[in-house]
T-cell receptor
Framework: AQSVTQLGSHVSVSEGALVLLRCNYSSSVPPYLFWYVQYPNQGLQLLLKYTSAATLVKGINGFEAEFKKSETSFHLTKPSAHMRDAAEYFCAVSAIFGNEKLTFGTGTRLTIIP | EPEVTQTPSHQVTQMGQEVILRCVPISNHLYFYWYRQILGQKVEFLVSFYNNEISEKSEIFDDQFSVERPDGSNFTLKIRSTKLEDSAMYFC?????????????FGEGSRLTVL
């Protein structure tokens, strides 16, 4: 079984400040890990994914995440927040083998303060 | 860029009515999924579908729900007799072969409102 925990349902940062969204996972098998973004009234868009290659993954819109097996974490960061980053962010996990369905976290709403 | 398309974008229905939500997955994809998101809550897995049969379903996916791929392109979710608690955004997703690293491509969602 797999699960993800996202710490902080709401995060507010000032424009230009560092964005850090936390995700910890639990998986009995080697995981794939994903960050998806959901803008208001839109679907889910993939930001980045970890698939057992490089542990530091770069995604779209300047986001990146680092897979740390020892900490079972996959935190999402962006050096400088922009107003357009305001959205809901979901961390998700799937197994490398088997059905590979995604299990999502509860999401973190990111607010950017002008 | 290929994309998953869903119709309708929004449907309002009366409790007890049947609803069919439609999805056109990316054409060469083999795995298909339905997820739902109740307002303010997390995205929940409903069902996965491969090789014309359900491969996994959650406890949410009870006898009121069914899926089919009637014509090789569409992938539908049917709710036989809607309840108030079925009000949610329903997302369809598809995936290619296992070798593509497990990424799911999501549609824009169908918002279902049950009155």
């Amino acid at each position: 079984a797999q699960s993800v925990t996202q710490l902080g349902s709401h995060v507010s940062v000032s424009e230009g400040a560092l964005v850090l969204l936390r995700c910890n996972y639990s998986s009995s098998v080697p995981p794939y890990l994903f960050w998806y973004v959901q803008y208001p009234n839109q679907g889910l868009q993939l930001l980045l994914k970890y698939t057992s290659a490089a542990t530091l993954v770069k995604g779209i819109n300047g986001f990146e995440a680092e897979f740390k097996k020892s900490e079972t974490s996959f935190h999402l960061t962006k050096p400088s927040a922009h107003m357009r980053d305001a959205a809901e962010y979901f961390c998700a996990v799937s197994a490398i083998f088997g059905n590979e369905k995604l299990t999502f976290g509860t999401g973190t709403r990111l607010t950017i303060i002008p | 860029e290929p994309e998953v398309t869903q119709t309708p974008s929004h449907q309002v229905t009366q409790m007890g009515q049947e609803v069919i939500l439609r999805c056109v997955p990316i054409s060469n994809h083999l795995y298909f999924y339905w997820y739902r998101q109740i307002l303010g809550q997390k995205v929940e897995f409903l069902v996965s579908f491969y090789n014309n049969e359900i491969s996994e379903k959650s406890e949410i996916f009870d006898d009121q729900f069914s899926v089919e791929r009637p014509d090789g392109s569409n992938f539908t979710l049917k709710i036989r007799s809607t309840k108030l608690e079925d009000s949610a955004m329903y997302f369809c997703a598809s995936r290619g072969d296992r070798g593509q690293g497990g990424e799911l491509f999501f549609g824009e969602g169908s918002r279902l409102t049950v009155l």
